[in-house]
């Protein structure tokens, strides 16, 4: 079956840095596109960034565009997003995401992230 566990978040300070991982399996990782979403208290959640299967396209929520990066590797089916310059704004949490179908959407447990001074 699909698992997908992140890693990666904590307690920052604005300006800082984190790198969140998603360690996926039971799927052929390679195949599809994946997914950083986040929820903050009280608020949906949200799409932050996507990659596709190959890792040659990329999209982001305008809030973080510049300062997110999400990247890929296909040999350690692992889905990361670096996040760069975080904002008390950014603090949520993140979770990891594949669609393999039409009804088939995983998610993982979900890592928090603080950012506050």
């Known amino acids: 079956q699909v698992h997908l566990v992140e890693s990666g978040g904590g307690l920052v300070q604005p300006g800082e840095a984190l790198r969140l991982s998603c360690a996926a399996s039971?799927?052929?990782?390679?195949?599809?596109?994946m997914r950083w979403f986040r929820q903050a208290p009280g608020k949906e959640r949200e799409l932050v960034a996507a990659?596709?299967?190959?890792?040659?396209?990329?999209d982001y929520l305008d809030s973080v565009k510049g300062r997110f990066t999400i990247s890929r590797d296909n040999v350690k089916n692992t889905v990361y997003l670096q996040m760069n310059s975080l904002k008390p704004e950014d603090t949520a949490v993140y979770y990891c995401n594949v669609r393999t179908s039409g009804v088939s959407n995983y998610w993982g447990q979900g890592t928090q992230v603080t950012v506050s001074s």
């Open positions: 039971g799927f052929t990782f390679g195949n599809y596109a």
């Open positions: 990659i596709s299967s190959s890792g040659g396209t990329t």
